[in-house]
């Protein structure tokens, strides 16, 4: 019997064969989703490093109306459309130095960033869910060639009434190809979910690392116009 790829492939039963097929295509989604994300990640975060930079020296506590004002041109990645989404929250809370109206517009602020914050999270992290399901499922496809490939093996047993190694090797060389296919699979998926997934909540505590100095940033800008309006009133 010929023991290369191309004859165990030709020596594999119809289920085996299918078994194989399902692997490659979950292999190929996984790589596709993989190279994907990838892609998108890397954009984004240049995209929001960009924003940095232009947002770094115009928001300040004594600036936060006119950076809430400021246009921003072209994509502006996961930070800035947090970033922005507070900074409308901001914008639209008027400038009365009322204690009500202050609470108000901070919490409209909050809750704009968490909004913006779990929306970017969830864009950043979609289609990882198919190398989640790829890297669990994969072995037990492989698993379930295996238990053909010997269930194979006994009926070609019985068939011959024999139990040499030439009788069964056929089976058993399906059950390990399947095997070893499905492992093939699953590891590659398994380290990057890993990697994505850790990338992701790296960008979540960065996001919420941004909106908790915005939150500062508007908590100054209300206190020195408190002051500010207490001693115009004296």
Sequence with gaps: MDFSLMGLWTS???????IVIALAIMSLASLLVAGERLIIFARS????LRFAEQLGGVLTSDSLREAAAK???????????????GLKAFNSGGSSTDDENIQLTEESVARALERQTAREVQNLKRGISVLATVSSTAPFVGLLGTVMGIVNSFQQ???????????????????????????LVAIPAVMLFNYLSTWVDARAVDLAESSNELMDLVARYHRRHLRASAQAAE
């Excluded at 594999?12 to 299918?18: C, L, R, S």
């Excluded at 041109?73 to 800035?80: A, M, N, P, V």
């Design 12 to 18: 594999m039963g119809a289920f085996a064969k299918g």
């Design 71 to 85: 246009s921003f041109k072209g994509d502006i990645g996961y930070l800035g459309r947090t970033i922005a989404a």
């Design 157 to 183: 047993m019985a068939a011959s009434g024999s139990g040499g190694l030439g009788t069964v090797s056929a089976g058993i060389s399906e059950a390990l190809v399947t095997t070893a296919f499905g492992l």
């Design 45 to 48: 975060r240049k995209e929001s």
